[in-house]
């Protein structure tokens, strides 16, 4: 009863009856649960810098400036941070320099996103409805029309 070997073969005994008997998690419940917390987390300290990108998007504003950490993009982020926002705070404060989702790549590719989603919604609007009209003014870019034909016939 003192040996090493039967104290841990006690231990993993009571361990075992302890999730069976759902009194605790088991260990993949526990990881999933931790999973999906981590994944939570990591969309709180998206929104304010999402939000942040749609706004200036829908108030005609430049996001960014002559440097990469200037321009109206970082000075929202700076006023929200002023304003109370502890989600957007503790995450710029405490995260990695490369982890900070604030880069110009990370903010093309969030508008890439918002844009697709936009389409997305707009082309199920148009092919639920009878009928349709489509204006636009001196445009010269023909990757709008290109993916109109992708989505509403289904080719490459």
């Known amino acids: 009863m003192q040996s090493e070997w039967h104290r ?3 231990s993993q005994s009571t361990d ?19 999973q999906h917390s981590q994944i939570e987390q990591n969309r709180k300290k998206l929104v ?4 942040s990108i749609i706004f200036c998007a829908t108030h005609d504003l430049a996001i960014r400036g002559k440097l990469s950490c200037s321009g ?5 982020l700076k006023f929200r941070v002023e304003s109370g926002d502890s989600v ?10 490369k982890a900070k ?26 092919n639920s409805s009878l009928s349709f009209s489509l204006l636009a003014d001196k445009t010269s870019d023909i990757a709008i029309l290109t993916s109109v034909k992708k989505i509403r016939f289904g080719y490459e």
């Open 101 to 126: 989702y604030t880069s110009h790549r990370i903010q093309n590719e969030l508008i890439l996103l918002c844009g697709n989603v936009l389409c997305e919604q707009n082309f199920r609007e148009v």
């Open 88 to 97: 957007l705070s503790e995450h710029l404060s405490t995260c990695h320099s």
């Open 8 to 10: 841990d073969s006690v």
């Open 16 to 34: 075992f009856l302890k999730i069976m008997s759902n009194k605790e998690k088991s260990v993949i419940d526990q990881l999933n649960t931790a």
């Open 72 to 76: 109206n993009f970082h000075d929202l």
């Open 48 to 51: 304010p810098i999402l939000s």
